[in-house]
């Protein structure tokens, strides 16, 4: 596949200060975080060459937050995403047989949470041997996709279908594809395991859910994901569409689910009926529960919380 080239964005920094990245200055900074980890190596491409048909320009915003801070000191989410990219955490030697993933950093659909639950995974795994793929997708516009898969999911297909496509470049198995999400991106990978299309490619091997948006009505409902994804008032067949444990069927990937029992943003009633939706229909579904570590807590707030990472390996060996 023809890897498109970088787009230059203006991002913009609370407080009215913006700038405009030059596609080299991207490299260069890319280069230089490449050199602190360790021989790790990361390529950030394109996944379209514009953004949506018809929609206006649009100028991408990098919020940066001062408070639950990466191993990096990072908590930036982006808002207005224009162009979708993936950056890419390549591995100094490909381990877990050849097992990689595209993330989906979460955010409410409202904006997209790219360093806690985007690169600082993709720098863990990658140390551990495993290529990370960390998606930076357009948000939903119910307004122009009233039908159909909302720009997001159209992103993570597409993601999908990238790294399948380079796994030989990349010394990857290509059928040890799969995806991760956290909260609403949780939500965007799970659907993406119900949506994706083995003959294109974009259907995940296997699906990891941490502390998932999975239900949009109902009394354990994320409302807010619900209305940035569908609209204010969208219509019930609408809401079972994108209700991932009213889709669960025969033939999904295996997945694997942790949540937190003191998660109070997005209840654990959401990934226990999601993997007991999936169990009936017989597809492999693990659910690890902690006890603590509330929401959104990405590589761990907690020992407890952090432990899902190890549960996690084991169970991507595990599978075929």
């Known amino acids: 596949m023809k890897h498109l080239p970088l787009i230059p964005v203006a ?27 360790s021989a790790q190596t990361i390529e950030e491409f394109s996944l379209r060459a514009q953004g949506p048909d018809k929609a206006p320009p649009v100028t991408e915003e990098v919020v ?3 408070n639950n801070l990466d191993d990096r000191g990072f908590n930036r ?19 877990h047989r050849g097992a990689a993933w595209v993330m989906c950093p979460g955010g409410g659909y409202t904006y997209v949470a790219i360093d806690r639950e985007g690169h600082a995974i993709g720098r863990y795994f990658a140390e551990r041997g495993i290529t990370v793929a960390v998606l930076k997708y357009r948000l939903p ?17 597409a993601a999908v279908r990238f790294v399948r496509a380079q796994a030989k470049a990349w010394g990857l198995d290509p059928t040890r594809i799969g995806i991760m999400g956290g909260s609403a991106g949780g939500h965007l ?29 109902g009394p354990y409902a994320h409302k807010g994901s619900r209305t940035r994804l569908l609209g204010a008032t969208p219509a019930p067949e609408r809401v079972a569409e994108f209700s991932l444990e009213r889709r669960a069927r025969a033939g999904l990937p295996p997945h694997f689910l942790v949540h937190a029992k003191d998660d109070t943003g997005v209840p654990p ?8 939706a999936l169990r009936e229909k017989s597809v492999p579904a693990e659910l690890l529960l902690v006890a603590t570590g509330g929401h959104g807590f990405g590589v761990g707030r907690d020992a407890e919380s952090g432990r899902w990472k190890e549960a996690f390996l084991a169970w991507l060996d595990r599978l075929p």
């Not at 009633?269 to 007991?276: D, K, L, P």
């Open 11 to 37: 991002r913009r920094v609370r407080g009215g200060m913006s700038r405009s990245l030059r596609p080299a200055r991207s490299f260069t900074l890319l280069a230089v975080l490449a050199a602190t980890l």
């Open 64 to 66: 940066y937050r001062f």
């Open 77 to 95: 989410v982006v808002q207005k995403v224009a162009v979708p990219t993936l950056t890419v955490y390549h591995p100094a030697k490909v381990a």
């Open 141 to 157: 516009d119910p307004a122009a996709t009233p039908t159909g898969l909302p720009y997001s999911q159209q992103d993570a297909l």
């Open 189 to 217: 990978a799970g659907s993406t395991g119900i949506f994706g299309d083995a003959a294109d490619g974009s259907r995940p091997d296997w699906v990891a859910l941490l502390y998932p948006v999975i239900c949009l009505d």
């Open 269 to 276: 009633q959401n990934s226990e009926r999601f993997v007991a």
